[in-house]
């Protein structure tokens, strides 16, 4: 089993930074990428960002150059820093990890409980 801890979310102003963590630990061995999805409410839940550990990134055209996904391997830790904030941004945020191949028909196996950010004045 692979345990995945978000933390970082919260209230910020449109024009404002946030920076999400997930910290994966358990059966990390099958683990070969990581990412974070964000779902609004009564949407599909859609990729913002991935990184390999290889350090090969991937992002939604919505966010780029204002995200950017990074990883710390030894610490078994994805960040996303987010900056230039939007209302619509506003979603759960979801860390995801697992085997980056599964990212092409979907997302990967494993999946954090989700927090949330809220960009409004």
């Known amino acids: 089993q692979v345990q995945l801890v978000e933390s970082g979310g919260g209230l910020v102003q449109p024009g404002g930074s946030l920076r999400l963590s997930c910290a994966a630990s358990?059966?990390?061995?099958?683990?070969?990428?990581m990412g974070w999805f964000r779902q609004v409410l009564g949407n599909k839940r859609e990729l913002v960002a991935a990184?390999?550990?290889?350090?090969?990134?991937n992002y939604a055209d919505s966010v780029k150059g204002r995200f950017t996904i990074s990883r710390d391997n030894a610490k078994n830790t994805v960040y996303l820093q987010m900056s230039s904030l939007k209302p619509e941004d506003t979603a759960v945020y979801y860390c995801?990890?697992?085997?980056?191949?599964?990212?092409?028909?979907?997302?990967?196996?494993?999946w954090g409980k989700g927090t949330l950010v809220t960009v409004s004045s």
């Open positions: 995801n990890a697992g085997d980056v191949l599964d990212l092409a028909v979907g997302s990967m196996a494993h």
């Open positions: 990184i390999t550990y290889g350090g090969t990134t």
């Open positions: 358990g059966s990390i061995q099958s683990i070969n990428a």
